[in-house]
């Protein structure tokens, strides 16, 4: 194991007990590939599965899987124009399994999403049955006020470079157009029902 290895692995360790204490059960793949396992492991087949807009569970070749796979989906991504969209965004709610990434995780074990209409952390916070969250392990933050940091200025700096139509000349200029984005941050701290949230920490560089 190199150096980068074991740092990852005992960063993943850490996070992993501060999350127990918090009600959440988490996990720990060196590799993509073995996270994407670890789902397709957890999700039985005929399951409810919907997700929020993620660019991690595409690079874990996670939704390719899931539609080769024998369950029910409720694909945002496949619905036509925004009242179609809602339509699904309400039916996720009631999904067995919801699947997303986080924007930011404490060593501390918080986890801090940021979200603009709000679909992604209503998901989060209450309806699912089961939410199956999977990082990267660039995601982690030494402390909360970082991870915090972190949602609010480069994840959504890298979402507003995703979506935006026209060109912005500057850092600030994207800077505060990220912070302005910005109208939903969540900080999960601990959660009622043990185990409902599951994390799935990779020890790759994955999503914003």
Known sequence: ?????????LLAQKVIKELKN??????????????????????????????GDSVTLSEIGLIDSLKKGAY??????????????????HQ?????????????????????????????????????????????INKVEQNLDLAILRAKTKAAALVVLSYSKSEISSFEELVNKALASCSQLVIT?????????RVILVGEWLGF
């Open 189 to 197: 701290t601990m959660f009622v029902f043990k185990n409902r949230i």
């Open 92 to 136: 996720a709610l009631n999904s067995d399994y919801f699947l997303m990434s986080t924007n930011a995780i404490s060593t501390s074990g918080e986890l801090v999403n940021i979200d603009g209409i709000g679909n992604r952390m209503s998901a989060l916070i209450y309806g699912p049955k089961n939410v199956i969250v999977i990082a990267g």
């Open 72 to 89: 029910n989906l409720l694909d945002p991504n496949a619905a036509i124009g925004g009242t179609e969209k809602d339509k699904i965004a």
């Open 22 to 51: 918090r009600n959440i059960q988490g996990f720990y793949y060196e590799t993509k590939e073995e996270a994407k396992n670890k789902v397709l492991e957890i999700i039985p087949e005929n399951s409810v599965i919907s997700w």
């Open 1 to 9: 194991m190199t150096p980068k290895q074991s740092y990852n692995a």
